[in-house]
C-alpha cells in the first residue's frame, strides 16, 4: 500500500519569496506523484505529475517538482509566490500498476504574506 | 483537460431526508468512478469506487446503504447519501476515469450541509 506523508500542514510565506512544500511518500511498487491545488470550497485542480522521464517535472502557475526516488520525496517549488497562489495544496500517489486508487496527502496551506 | 461537471455545488438539507449528488464526465467516457469525502481541513478520503454497469465497491468504513452510487452509464454516476445526518456534513467530489488513461480529473465538489 502505498501513503504519503505532507510534514507541514501550514506554509507562510512573505509575496514574491521563494517557497518549497514537501511531499514524502512510502510505497513497495513504483508510483505515479501528482500535486493538486484547491481553493476554498472548489475541486482539485492539477498542478503537475511525475509519470516517468525526466525527474524535473514543471506544472502550471509556476511551480514545479523533482521527483528523487532516493529519498522517496516529491516537493513543490515555487521561486517567487504571488497572493494567488493562496490555497491548500495536496501532494498524491498511485500505484504505476493500477493507476486507478489515488492517495493523497493530509494537505498543506499556503498562506501567502503581503 | 478533461471536463467534469458535478451538481449541486452546495445543498443544505434537514436531517433525516435524502440528498443525490450528479458527476458527469462530459467530454470523455468514464469507466470507473471514484468519490472522495473530504471533512474540514482534513484531506480527501475515497469512498467508494465504481464501474460502469456494477455495483460499487466500498472503502472500510463507509456504509454501503447509507451511500448509494448509480454508475448507469460512462457519462453520469450518482451519490445519493440517505437519511442524512449532520455528521455527513462534508464536502463530496467525484472523479471520473477513462480505462487507460493516468489523468485525474475531479468534479469540482458539492458541500453538503445536515441541519
Known amino acids: 500500500a502505498q501513503s504519503v506523508t505532507q510534514l507541514d500542514s501550514q506554509v507562510p510565506v512573505f509575496e514574491e519569496a521563494p517557497v518549497e512544500l514537501r511531499c514524502n511518500y512510502s510505497?513497495?511498487?513504483?508510483?505515479?506523484l501528482f500535486w493538486y491545488v484547491q481553493y476554498p470550497n472548489q475541486g482539485l485542480q492539477l498542478l503537475l505529475k511525475?509519470?516517468?522521464?525526466?525527474?524535473l517535472v514543471k506544472g502550471i502557475n509556476g511551480f514545479e517538482a523533482e521527483f528523487n526516488k532516493s529519498q522517496t520525496s516529491f516537493h513543490l517549488r515555487k521561486p517567487s509566490v504571488h497572493i494567488s497562489d493562496t490555497a491548500e495544496y495536496f501532494c498524491?500517489?498511485?500505484?504505476?500498476?493500477?493507476?486507478?486508487?489515488?492517495?493523497f496527502g493530509k494537505g498543506t496551506r499556503l498562506h501567502i504574506l503581503p | 483537460g478533461a471536463v467534469v461537471s458535478q451538481h449541486p455545488s452546495r445543498v443544505i438539507c434537514k436531517s433525516g431526508t435524502s440528498v443525490k449528488i450528479e458527476c458527469r464526465s462530459l467530454?470523455?467516457?468514464?469507466?470507473?468512478m471514484f468519490w472522495y469525502r473530504q471533512f474540514p481541513k482534513q484531506s480527501l478520503m475515497l469512498m467508494a469506487t465504481?464501474?460502469?454497469?456494477?455495483?460499487?465497491?466500498?472503502e472500510q468504513g463507509v456504509e454501503k446503504d447509507k451511500f448509494l452510487i448509480n454508475h448507469a452509464s460512462l457519462t453520469l454516476s450518482t451519490l445519493t447519501v440517505t437519511s442524512a445526518h449532520p455528521e455527513d456534513s462534508s464536502f463530496y467530489i467525484c472523479?471520473?476515469?477513462?480505462?487507460?488513461?493516468?489523468?485525474?480529473?475531479f468534479g469540482q465538489g458539492t458541500r453538503l450541509t445536515v441541519v
Open positions: 465504481s464501474n460502469e454497469g456494477s455495483k460499487a465497491t466500498y
Open positions: 472523479r471520473p476515469k477513462s480505462q487507460g488513461n493516468t489523468e485525474a480529473f
Open positions: 467530454d470523455f467516457q468514464a469507466t470507473t
Open positions: 511525475y509519470l516517468s522521464g525526466s525527474t
Open positions: 510505497s513497495s511498487v513504483s508510483v505515479y
Open positions: 498524491a500517489v498511485s500505484d504505476m500498476n493500477r493507476d486507478d486508487k489515488i492517495i
